[in-house]
DNA sequence: ATGAAAGCGCTAACAT
DNA sequence: ATGTTAGCGCTTTCAT
């Protein structure tokens, strides 16, 4: 077995107390003591049992992070930013794959609250009701990434509507007025929603028609529906010349349609997607799209609440982050040439 | 705060033990006074705490992963069935972003082992004498995920060799005799050099030359580094008809880098990677690939860590995964007109 | 069938 | 400056 304070103490010949003192750097003892205790603690190699300190604290120094799919490109990179966080503040992360499944979100919570995290980051995802009486019940912080939700919770989060406007008008500045759109769900309040209206009041503002014959909905975010849309999407909009796609699997999804079809991107359609995964400068043409600081989400949440639990901070922050556009190959300037 | 078992024992009129030994299903107990129990624990809401579980019990119910990136699409996947097949064992999963160094794996074993966690993964990095020591400090079982060691641990990964072997042979097979290869580091003895032995060895298999003309060496697996070496091979080989990246991010590097330099793929120049990352089937053409089951082989993993936990098996399997070639756009057939 | 009590490894209040 | 002791919430003998 490993030796515990006690080992420590008999092999130094002095209290438990003492012990611990120096090992949590109180005061209260000589440098000679000091010196003799590190021998102890050196010669048996001696490791603090985190949880028995944790039984005493009421602190695990642990947090919790759900996501819905752990292998995603999004929640990978949000994943490291919450965990390099985690990681500076003292915090070790366990990781939960929800599925989408509200029972496994619950079970999880559960397991989460019996293994007293401190904190819970939950991402991308909707927090129902029931989720929301479990962290009241649980009395630790919780902050949103990349979502919302009806319930007075932090997040961190890009403005969603801003962003899909912005790419909108962005595709309208470089000379296109035929313009379609792959979006997500209409009911998903996050992705969904926000960024079909967004590209929408684009359109509007720029005294572009709007029809809903220039948008396509989807379940999900994924590679295939946007294979899948982009085919709908002509067959409504013959004369269609940029396609605003609400997420970057979508964007080269449609592109991998697009070269099926024999169509030319940027040249004959242009196409800008939205987040910014690795993927989009890895596909060709390299995808022009409205990034999200994944990285730094994460990072800003995990910092966010480890403030929480430190109690530095009594009422919650939610940051809205910043994107931008980062302009890459996948998009054509119509008024050149 | 959480009520405890105390709570729960006063508030049905029996002692804590019997409560334990109803939570706990053990035997000892009318089927009345479980009904009593189970009603206090309801109307309580009483959670048993695992902290002071895991105290007594010496069982933490968690695991430790290490991975040298996390977010990369590689590590996440193995994530993925990792915390898969460790949930369905009844094991939480902490997550541990080494960024490769050294020095912080290992801070992080030693965090993983003030927390006391059951076992531990270890993934795609090579296993340094330090490690090891700890590993058997730490007195707990370890597996490998893509990697191999010099010491006797158990690992689940794809013969790399073979693989590397079988990709060269189906570009051969494909007519190529021109064949280049973007390798990893002479310094890895996982994806860098068995890759690289085993190009050469189809090659010469199927008596056409090697000269290390027709190989660069990268100190990383990035898409970065496959689109610098595509030229430099070029260079080195003006003929070739063919490239084996070990890699899918350097496959995908170089077939950029092909576009830039107007380079038709496969038409004349044919590309196969290594991995079949979810990427594989999104970049343009879709990328011809030695598949390794990562998400199985990270399920795979976790299964063996939670048996020799449990103490099932006494000594460790390991296991080489299958790897397939998965045929898409990216390599041409040669003998066909 | 049930309860009292010891103790897991630690911290912290209270002596000395 | 150092030690003694009482728990933290639980499991597990050992009694009854």
Same mark, same amino acid.
């Given at each position: 077995?490993?030796?515990?304070?006690?080992?420590?103490?008999?092999?130094?010949?002095?209290?438990?107390?003492?012990?611990?003192?120096?090992?949590?750097?109180?005061?209260?003892?000589?440098?000679?003591?000091?010196?003799?205790?590190?021998?102890?603690?050196?010669?048996?190699?001696?490791?603090?049992?985190?949880?028995?300190?944790?039984?005493?604290?009421?602190?695990?120094?642990?947090?919790?992070?759900?996501?819905?799919?752990?292998?995603?490109?999004?929640?990978?990179?949000?994943?490291?930013?919450?965990?390099?966080?985690?990681?500076? &503040? &003292?915090?070790?992360?366990?990781?939960?794959?929800?599925?989408?499944?509200?029972?496994?979100?619950?079970?999880?919570?559960?397991?989460?609250?019996?293994?007293? %995290?401190?904190?819970?980051?939950?991402?991308?995802?909707?927090?129902?009701?029931?989720?929301?009486?479990?962290?009241?019940?649980?009395?630790?912080?919780?902050?949103?990434?990349?979502?919302?939700?009806?319930?007075?919770?932090?997040?961190?989060?890009?403005?969603?509507?801003?962003?899909?406007?912005?790419?909108?008008?962005?595709?309208?500045?470089?000379?296109?007025?035929?313009?379609?759109?792959?979006?997500?769900?209409?009911?998903?309040?996050?992705?969904?929603?926000?960024?079909?209206?967004?590209?929408?009041?684009?359109?509007?503002?720029?005294?572009?028609?709007?029809?809903?014959?220039?948008?396509?909905?989807?379940?999900?975010?994924?590679?295939?529906?946007?294979?899948?849309?982009?085919?709908?999407?002509?067959?409504?909009?013959?004369?269609?010349?940029?396609?605003?796609?609400?997420?970057?699997?979508?964007?080269?999804? +449609?592109?991998?349609?697009?070269?099926?079809?024999?169509?030319?991107?940027?040249?004959?359609?242009?196409?800008?997607?939205?987040?910014?995964?690795?993927?989009?400068?890895?596909?060709?043409? +390299?995808?022009?799209?409205?990034?999200?600081?994944?990285?730094?989400?994460?990072?800003?949440?995990?910092?966010?609440?480890?403030?929480?639990?430190?109690?530095?901070?009594?009422? +919650?922050?939610?940051?809205?982050?910043?994107?931008?556009?980062?302009?890459?190959?996948? %998009?054509?300037?119509?008024?050149?040439?």
């Amino acid at each position: 077995m490993n030796p515990t304070i006690k080992d420590v103490a008999k092999y130094a010949n002095v209290s438990i107390a003492t012990v611990s003192r120096i090992v949590n750097g109180l005061p209260g003892y000589t440098e000679d003591t000091k010196k003799k205790v590190q021998e102890a603690i050196e010669a048996l190699g001696y490791q603090p049992n985190a949880i028995a300190r944790g039984l005493i604290n009421k602190r695990t120094q642990t947090i919790g992070v759900l996501f819905p799919e752990v292998s995603g490109m999004l929640s990978s990179e949000v994943l490291e930013g919450v965990e390099n966080a985690a990681h500076d &503040g &003292g915090f070790s992360v366990i990781v939960c794959n929800t599925t989408s499944s509200g029972k496994r979100t619950v079970k999880y919570l559960r397991l989460l609250q019996e293994k007293r %995290v401190d904190g819970i980051i939950f991402a991308s995802e909707n927090v129902k009701e029931e989720y929301y009486k479990i962290f009241q019940e649980m009395q630790v912080p919780v902050v949103l990434v990349s979502t919302a939700s009806q319930f007075n919770l932090p997040f961190v989060r890009v403005d969603d509507y801003e962003g899909a406007f912005r790419a909108t008008e962005y595709l309208i500045q470089k000379g296109h007025k035929q313009i379609g759109m792959i979006g997500g769900s209409f009911e998903d309040p996050i992705a969904g929603v926000p960024r079909m209206k967004g590209f929408q009041d684009a359109l509007e503002k720029h005294g572009l028609d709007f029809t809903d014959q220039q948008m396509t909905s989807n379940e999900g975010y994924r590679f295939q529906n946007g294979k899948e849309s982009l085919p709908l999407l002509l067959d409504k909009l013959p004369l269609m010349t940029a396609v605003f796609a609400a997420s970057d699997e979508m964007a080269i999804g +449609a592109m991998a349609a697009a070269h099926q079809l024999g169509i030319r991107v940027p040249e004959e359609l242009s196409i800008i997607g939205y987040d910014n995964l690795k993927i989009a400068e890895m596909c060709y043409p +390299a995808l022009t799209t409205v990034s999200q600081p994944l990285k730094e989400m994460g990072q800003s949440a995990g910092e966010i609440l480890v403030k929480l639990i430190k109690g530095k901070e009594k009422e +919650a922050e939610s940051r809205y982050m910043p994107f931008t556009i980062v302009e890459r190959q996948s %998009v054509r300037d119509l008024r050149k040439k």
